[in-house]
């Protein structure tokens, strides 16, 4: 990505590219990690574009995808410990939400907030974005309530087993996550196909820019540049229920960027690439937001240059995002793991180990060891269980489970029938 030519030369985010600059990661991974926390920063208080559609909050889910050792996870923790050290005594710092957790927790977590504060907010942080979002009994409901959240609905409501009607008043969650090609094989296409892909910004990067045995960042820049994170966007910056409305210019460049360029993408793109373009309006204007108060301090009027500078970045990020999609297919490891599930499933949700690997040895054709690793696999995320030599599925496990559970999602039937065109349910559980 073209990032160093985007960014302009003076202000906030050329800073924070010449600290990170050091560092191994990429200029890409540096600019979106900054983005998301900053996003979180403004915490529901400003609502853009009021007087039309689209009208998001500025709450933005970023993903840095690359393999191990591209430094995703230095990037994300550079530009969160500088929100964290910006708003640290500040009553307005968002909550870093636990980077292991089941969504029924996080659920709790947002609710209680919601009852204590008449609010609930905070950043999804996660190291292995395929293991925050579950194996395949559980990725429908996970995405689902990310989608609600990204929306910023006014309530959510949800029964569960646990701990009955749990409501969510305006939740304002944004995140911060690493994805790498192998963990994005473990997800189910279809999961992410529902609405999880356009909601997405997948911002890729495949070495460190550099090799640096000890890299050092300038503290003075890193002070300077937490002062003016926390004179822009602290609690003081601006009040809850800002308006930020649209200039003129960037009114009529939305307008004609919309109905020319994307228009043109729309008429000549697959279908994944559709639910992205389908709404990149809404993620321009939230990226401009952010950027606007960045680079200017201002969260009344989105210019047009913070409005250029998202549409850019967008522009650059998308052909490498769609090329992410192409890896979005069902693994042999995945349909390995459906033929476990449906197996112990026909067995009436119980049978031996040595019965179930024996069975899959023989039906699939595949190694003794590689069995193993499957069985394994799904035992690690909760969707087979293993009691002494037998094993159980995840419906018969949570039969006499379910009661005493504190957390855990239960599937439909309908979530448990997706396909992978072989008639077995896809698992893209994580590794």
């Given at each position: 990505m073209r990032i160093s030519e985007i960014v302009p030369e003076k202000g906030f985010l050329r800073s924070w590219l010449n600290y990170c600059d050091p560092f191994e990661f990429s200029d890409a991974y540096?600019?979106?990690?900054?983005?998301?926390?900053?996003?979180?920063?403004?915490?529901?208080?400003?609502?853009?574009?009021?007087?039309?559609?689209?009208?998001?909050?500025?709450?933005?889910?970023?993903?840095?995808?690359?393999?191990?050792?591209?430094?995703?996870?230095?990037?994300m923790k550079k530009a969160l410990k500088l929100m964290a050290t910006a708003l640290e005594h500040d009553e307005r710092s968002p909550t870093i939400l636990p980077r292991s957790f089941t969504f029924e927790r996080l659920m709790t977590k947002l609710s209680d907030q919601s009852e204590e504060q008449g609010r609930c907010e905070g950043i999804i942080v996660s190291d292995e974005f395929q293991r925050l979002v579950g194996g395949r009994e559980y990725q429908a409901d996970n995405m689902g309530f990310m989608t609600e959240l990204w929306d910023c609905n006014p309530a959510y409501t949800r029964d569960t087993h646990?701990?009955?009607?749990?409501?969510?008043?305006?939740?304002?969650?944004?995140?911060?996550?690493?994805?790498?090609?192998?963990?994005?094989?473990?997800?189910?296409?279809?999961?992410?196909?529902?609405?999880?892909?356009?909601?997405?910004?997948?911002?890729?990067?495949?070495?460190?820019?550099?090799?640096?045995?000890?890299?050092?960042?300038?503290?003075?820049?890193?002070?300077?540049?937490?002062?003016?994170?926390?004179e822009r966007l602290g609690g003081q910056a601006f009040p809850d229920d800002t308006s930020m409305k649209l200039s003129t210019d960037t009114m009529d460049a939305m307008t004609h960027w919309y109905e020319t360029d994307v228009r043109k993408r729309l008429e000549t793109c697959n279908e994944r690439e559709g639910?992205?373009?389908?709404?990149?309006?809404?993620?321009?204007?939230?990226?401009?937001?952010?950027?606007?108060?960045?680079?200017?301090?201002?969260?009344?009027?989105?210019?047009?240059?913070?409005?250029?500078?998202?549409?850019?970045?967008?522009?650059?990020?998308?052909?490498?995002?769609?090329?992410?999609?192409?890896?979005?297919?069902?693994?042999?490891?995945?349909?390995?793991?459906?033929?476990?599930?449906?197996?112990?499933?026909?067995?009436?949700?119980?049978?031996?180990?040595s019965a179930l690997v024996k069975a899959l040895v023989q039906s699939l054709g595949v190694k003794h060891k590689d069995i193993m690793e499957v069985v394994l696999s799904l035992i690690h995320d909760g969707l087979l269980f293993q009691n002494g030599g037998k094993i159980r599925d995840h419906r018969e496990h949570n039969v006499g489970a379910r009661s005493s559970a504190s957390c855990g999602a239960t599937a439909t039937d309908t979530e448990r029938s997706g396909s992978d065109g072989s008639g077995a349910p896809v698992v893209g559980a994580p590794e």
């Open positions: 540096a600019i979106f990690a900054m983005l998301a926390a900053a996003s979180a920063a403004v915490d529901h208080r400003v609502r853009v574009n009021p007087d039309t559609e689209p009208s998001p909050y500025p709450n933005l889910f970023v993903i840095l995808y690359g393999p191990s050792g591209a430094r995703k996870g230095t990037a646990a701990h009955g009607t749990e409501e969510l008043v305006d939740p304002y969650v944004t995140c911060c996550a690493c994805l790498t090609p192998d963990g994005v094989k473990k997800i189910d296409p279809a999961v992410l196909d529902s609405g999880g892909l356009r909601r997405m910004l997948i911002v890729p990067s495949y070495r460190p820019k550099r090799i640096a045995a000890h890299p050092i960042g300038d503290v003075a820049l890193f002070e300077a540049l937490s002062v003016v994170f926390r639910y992205f373009l389908s709404c990149i309006q809404a993620q321009a204007l939230k990226v401009g937001a952010v950027i606007q108060i960045l680079e200017t301090g201002d969260p009344y009027v989105l210019e047009l240059d913070s409005f250029n500078i998202a549409c850019r970045l967008l522009e650059d990020l998308m052909p490498e995002m769609f090329a992410v999609y192409s890896g979005l297919v069902p693994t042999e490891f995945a349909r390995h793991r459906a033929a476990a599930i449906r197996t112990v499933a026909g067995a009436g949700g119980e049978m031996s180990t």
